[in-house]
């Protein structure tokens, strides 16, 4: 069976909650219907957009639970299951599993810790065995300076790791990684403002942050690459990234979720302590997305 999962745009979803952390269930499945409807063909959850790291396992499990019903078996769910404890970690696998995720990723343990690769090759083998789902490790700034290439060919022979979320900016290692396992892996393209690199070098989708409100023009962009027309994906990357910039300005998730509410959807708030943006700064978002364009052409 081909290790390749994933194909085209996956939002990486934000999670919608009330202001005392509790999730708003019927804004889960709001969102992803939106974006449904432009395209997306699943979505990865409760990763960092997600704010996963930051919650707690009741409230993973209860956002895993509503998505995976509001998908309805219409495309694939990725749960991202990293956690600071490996327990906690084992635990969500487990419980992707059983309420019928798609598969599962995990970024490696732990920004505290400095583990060999013996030893997160064992973290990535237990969540595999716990989930029974296939797996699809994280490479971003944890792994960054580490030889993320011959760590890849590593876990490629542990059974269940399909591939790699990559979201670092060296793409020669993607290439490389691309190459591992005689081509089948599945490499999907991390950082969104950079998506036609990834897929310039191989990946096989995309998962991003501002897919969530720019979904339909990162799908044109994935489709006019797959067509060959290069001219045309490059300019609509260079239009993705004016509204990029005023996202990562103003702060990623906290605008994304201003953004989606000024779309009729209840993105809520942000997980504590992150600050929610005042009237005047959101007035300043709305302008400057209205300045490139992005409320009559995207």
């Not at 900016?169 to 990684?177: A, C, E, L």
């Amino acid at each position: 069976m081909s290790n390749i999962l994933l194909k085209g745009i996956y939002p990486a979803l934000v999670t919608p909650l009330n202001d005392d952390g509790t999730v708003k269930k019927e804004s889960v499945g709001a969102i992803m219907e939106h974006n449904f409807k432009n395209g997306a063909l699943g979505y990865y959850i409760c990763g960092t957009t997600g704010e996963g790291p930051v919650m707690t396992l009741e409230q993973r499990m209860k956002t895993a639970a509503a998505a995976v019903e509001a998908n309805a078996g219409r495309g694939l769910i990725i749960n991202h299951i990293g956690a600071a404890s490996p327990f906690d970690a084992l635990e969500l696998a487990r419980h992707s599993g059983e309420i019928g995720c798609d598969a599962i990723s995990s970024v490696v343990p732990n920004f505290f810790y400095k583990y060999s690769d013996n030893e997160i090759l064992e973290y990535y083998k237990r969540i595999a065995d716990a989930s029974g789902l296939p797996v699809i490790a994280y490479a971003q700034s944890m792994l960054a300076g580490a030889d993320v290439v011959s760590f890849m060919d590593k876990l490629m022979k542990i059974d269940g790791v399909i591939g790699v979320k990559f979201t670092l900016t060296d793409f020669y290692s993607m290439g490389r990684i691309k190459a591992l396992n005689g081509g089948d892996i599945n490499v999907i393209n991390g950082p969104d403002e950079m998506l036609i690199c990834g897929l310039s070098m191989g990946a096989d989708a995309g998962i991003g942050s501002t897919y969530n409100v720019m979904c339909k023009q990162y799908c044109a962009l994935y489709e006019a690459f797959g067509r060959g027309d290069t001219d045309a994906a490059r300019a609509l990357q260079r239009k993705i990234n004016r509204v990029v910039e005023i996202i990562i300005r103003h702060g990623v998730i906290r605008t994304i979720k201003f953004m989606l509410c000024e779309q009729g959807m209840d993105a809520g708030s942000v997980m504590f302590p992150g600050a929610a943006l005042g009237e005047a700064e959101k007035a300043s978002i709305h302008c400057e997305l209205d300045a490139v364009g992005y409320y009559n052409e995207y």
